[in-house]
C-alpha cells in the first residue's frame, strides 16, 4: 500500500487494526430502502409512470439497497423493476387475490448475500390469512409481504424483513394493523432481528408509531425509528410526503423501524430528483445498519 493511499485512509477513519480486532465491524452494513412509488394506473399527467420510470430505478440503483420495500407497486411496476434490478431477489403479491391483482407491498433483496428460508403474506384484518381481507375501519385491502433470510456476508445469520403500506383513511385500522404486525412478528419469527419499512399514512405523534416502537403492549420489547436513532431532534422539515410539489415541510410517514439486534448507522430523506422532476409523490427514506455482535 503505497504512502498516499495510507494516509488517504487514515484520513477517512479506516483503521486495519479496529477492523481486524472489533466484531462489530466484522458484520457488513445492510442497506435499507423504503420507497413508496405512486402507483402506475393514476392520471398523474407529466408526473405519469411512464415519464418516470426510470427516474424511480435510478433513484433506487443510486442508494444501491440490500433490501428495499415498496409502496402502491402494481403488476406492470414490479414487472420493470423485478428485469431492471436482475441482482435482486423478490417476494411479492397483490392484496386482491394473493396473487396478481391489486397494489403490491413487494420486497427486493440483494441475490448474492442473502439466503430466503422462508417468507409469507398476511393481510390486515381480523383474518390475516384471507386475501384480499380488510380490516375494521380500512377502506381497501391492506397486507404485509415478509422474507426469513440468512446472511451470507454475516456467517449465514438469520434476518427478517417485512414491507406494509397502512390504509389511508382507516384511523383505528392503523392501530390495530400496528398491533397485530407486533403480534404476528412474535408469534410467527421469534427473536429473530428484523426490519419493517413502509408508509404508515400516519405520524409519530400517532398511536400506531407508539404501538409499533413501543413496549407498553408487548413485555417491555421496544422497538426502534430508524431516523429518529440518528436525528433525535425533531425538524419541521422532515415531511415524506410530497405531493409533487418539492414540498419539506410537514412530518414523516414512511418509515424504517427495527427490533432489538440492529446499529443504526445512518438514516435519511432521500431528495433524488432530475432537474426539478421528481421520481414519485413521497420521498424514499433509507437506513444503514448493522447486526449487533
Excluded at 407491498?105 to 380488510?134: C, I, K, N, Q, Y
Excluded at 425533531?234 to 414523516?252: I, L, Q, S
Excluded at 426539478?276 to 447486526?291: E, I, M, Q
Aim: proline share 7%; charged share 20%; hydrophobic share 40%.
Amino acid at each position: 500500500m503505497t504512502a498516499a493511499i495510507w494516509i488517504s485512509l487514515l484520513c477517512a477513519g479506516f483503521n486495519p487494526a479496529l477492523t481486524a480486532a472489533d466484531p462489530a465491524l466484522s458484520t457488513p452494513p445492510v442497506k435499507v430502502m423504503s420507497f413508496n412509488i405512486r402507483y402506475g394506473s393514476a392520471q398523474d399527467g407529466t408526473n405519469s409512470w411512464p415519464a418516470r420510470r426510470h427516474l424511480v430505478l435510478e433513484t433506487i440503483r443510486l442508494f444501491d439497497p440490500d433490501l428495499l420495500g415498496l409502496q402502491e407497486a402494481v403488476g406492470f411496476q414490479v414487472d420493470f423493476l423485478r428485469e431492471n434490478l436482475p441482482h435482486m431477489s423478490f417476494h411479492g403479491a397483490g392484496r386482491d387475490d394473493g396473487q396478481m391483482r391489486g397494489e403490491f407491498v413487494p420486497v427486493f433483496f440483494r441475490t448474492r448475500r442473502f439466503a430466503m428460508t422462508d417468507s409469507g403474506h398476511f393481510w390486515l384484518s381480523t383474518t390475516p390469512e384471507t386475501p384480499g381481507s380488510r380490516g375494521w375501519d380500512a377502506q381497501l385491502p391492506r397486507m404485509v409481504s415478509w422474507v426469513l433470510v440468512e446472511d451470507r456476508l454475516a456467517n449465514d445469520r438469520s434476518l427478517v424483513f417485512a414491507n406494509t403500506h397502512f390504509d389511508h383513511r382507516g384511523p383505528q385500522a392503523r392501530i390495530e394493523s400496528a398491533r397485530l404486525i407486533r403480534q404476528q412478528a412474535g408469534a410467527l419469527l421469534g427473536p429473530v432481528p428484523a426490519i419493517l419499512t413502509g408508509d404508515f399514512n400516519c405520524t409519530e405523534d400517532d398511536k400506531p408509531y407508539a404501538v409499533l416502537v413501543g413496549a407498553q403492549e408487548f413485555g417491555g420489547e421496544r422497538a426502534f425509528d430508524t431516523y429518529r436513532a440518528i436525528h433525535p431532534q425533531r425538524f419541521p422539515d422532515e415531511v415524506t410526503f410530497n405531493g409533487w410539489m418539492h414540498a419539506r415541510t410537514g412530518k414523516r410517514i414512511d418509515w424504517i423501524i427495527h427490533t432489538p439486534g440492529w446499529i443504526t448507522m445512518n438514516a435519511f430523506i432521500d431528495y433524488t430528483n432530475d432537474g426539478g422532476r421528481l421520481p414519485s409523490d413521497h420521498y424514499p427514506v433509507g437506513a444503514v445498519l448493522r447486526l449487533e455482535p
